[in-house]
């Protein structure tokens, strides 16, 4: 897929979940989204994207993919 098609469809999630008042929410929505229903080999392209440039991402959409190359927290034992 064109990074322009994927970059107005994160953007396009961000500006749905925009209308949250709380942003943790919103950018956890954002993540939840992506993670659910977009195709990895999408979000490793969007991904890559946001890597290498990102400046066409708004900055609750660059801020939920960041979310998406976080380490999971380990749990304590």
């Known amino acids: 897929m064109h ?3 994927l970059v107005k ?10 209308a949250e008042p709380n942003r943790e929410d919103a950018v956890r929505g954002i993540t939840h989204h992506i993670q659910r229903f977009w195709d990895p080999r999408m979000r490793e392209q969007i991904l890559e994207y946001l890597r290498q440039d ?7 959409v660059r801020e939920a993919l960041r979310l998406l190359t976080a380490p ?6």
């Open 54 to 60: 990102g400046s066409d991402l708004d900055e609750v």
């Open 3 to 5: 990074i322009e098609r």
């Open 9 to 18: 469809m994160a953007n396009d999630i961000g500006d749905f979940f925009k």
């Open 72 to 77: 999971e927290p380990r749990s304590a034992v």
